[in-house]
Every structure is written in structure tokens, then in C-alpha cells.
């Protein structure tokens, strides 16, 4: 439901890149938690093989169980609130613990049609840590004036990655699926400020 909402910012972006650059986009980044948000952007998307998507997920402190929230890059598929989806589970099946940097992306599962996505290649998922995380909603703030939300800086660490890897004349797209303001107190306790 949540992804049918945000869908707007998907068909948006499609029309003004195209008003903007008279073209599609290179490459589209979102962070995804559960995932609802990224795919209201992706979903205008999907069909566009020329657009490379990527999702990016919570790697926080490191791989080991509890220290991260990236379902999609260790998780095993498995059932959650109702849905056979990508899961971080014991060997029983039950949610193990995650942590993330960004409350919003704290979830041991991820929505069923990233699970999908992911399956059939469409979307490429990799992770940002919680320094990575930190580091890019700084940037962000310091030489944009835009101050993102932890939870959007996940895929700003990505792009910062990935940018100097790309021809000059390449678009990208980065969803900024919500502000900072919610975290500034949280932000500053982290850095020492």
C-alpha cells in the first residue's frame, strides 16, 4: 500500500528527468529497509533496461548476526508477518535481532517485491555501514545545505561510492525519502557536538 502511495515520486522523477535532461536517468539509488519507499521510486522504472537500480541497505556495525539489518545480502527467504519474503532468521525461523544507524531501516525482513526483484536480477542491492551512514548525511548536510534523513544517507554513502566510477555525463538519481530534522539531536550525540 505504502508503495503504491509513494509511487508519485517514481512517476515524477521519470517526468522531470526527462523535462530536466531530455533522458532517462543512468542509475537510481534508494535505501531500503523494508523497502516501500525505494520501490515507489523504482517502480517507474522496472521496465527501463537501460536504468541500473540500486538498492541499499543497513550493513551497520558488520556481517555478524545483530550488528546489521541488510536482509537482502545475508538474509534466506522465509516467512514474516504473513509474507514469504527475504528474512534474517535462526535455523528455526524466528527474526533474529538487527541494528541500523536509522531506525526506520531496523527490520529483520524487506518487502516481497525486493525479495522479487532481487531473485530476478532487476535490482542490485548492496549495504552502507553505520560510518559510511554518518559520514554521508554529514556531507550531504556540509556541501548541499540538505540535510537527509540516516535512513536516505544509507544510499548517499552508496553514491559517493559509486559516482567517481561513472562518465561525467551520467544521471543518477538519489531518493531522499525523508529530512534530517528527526535525527539532528541523535546526529550530533554521535559526532561529539
Known amino acids: 500500500m505504502v508503495q503504491d502511495f509513494q509511487s508519485i515520486v517514481g512517476r515524477e522523477a521519470r517526468e522531470q528527468i526527462q523535462q530536466l535532461a531530455g533522458r532517462l536517468p543512468d542509475v537510481l539509488l534508494a535505501c531500503v529497509g523494508g523497502g516501500s519507499n525505494a520501490m515507489g521510486l523504482f517502480t517507474a522504472f522496472l521496465d527501463d533496461k537501460d536504468v541500473a537500480i540500486i538498492g541499499v541497505e543497513p550493513a551497520g556495525n558488520g556481517p555478524n548476526p545483530g550488528e546489521h ?3 537482502l545480502t545475508y538474509g534466506t527467504p522465509g516467512v514474516l508477518h ?12 524466528e527474526p ?8 526506520g531501516l531496523d527490520y529483520p525482513g524487506v518487502g516481497p517485491s ?8 532487476r535490482v542490485k542491492y548492496v549495504s552502507a555501514t553505520d560510518a559510511e551512514t554518518l ?35 551520467k544521471i543518477v538519481i538519489v531518493n531522499l525519502s525523508g529530512r534530517g530534522d528527526k535525527d539532528i539531536d541523535y546526529v550530533a550525540e554521535l559526532m561529539g557536538l
Open 135 to 169: 559520514a554521508a548525511f554529514r556531507e550531504l548536510s556540509e556541501v548541499e545545505g540538505i540535510i537527509p534523513a540516516l535512513e536516505s544517507a544509507h544510499a548517499v554513502a552508496h553514491v559517493i561510492k559509486l559516482a567517481p566510477t561513472l562518465a561525467a555525463d
Open 96 to 103: 533474529l535481532p538487527v541494528h541500523s544507524i536509522a531506525s
Open 69 to 71: 539489518a541488510a536482509t
Open 82 to 93: 504473513g509474507m514469504k519474503t527475504y528474512l534474517l532468521q535462526d535455523d528455526k525461523g
Open 114 to 121: 525486493h525479495s522479487f526483484l532481487k531473485d530476478i536480477k
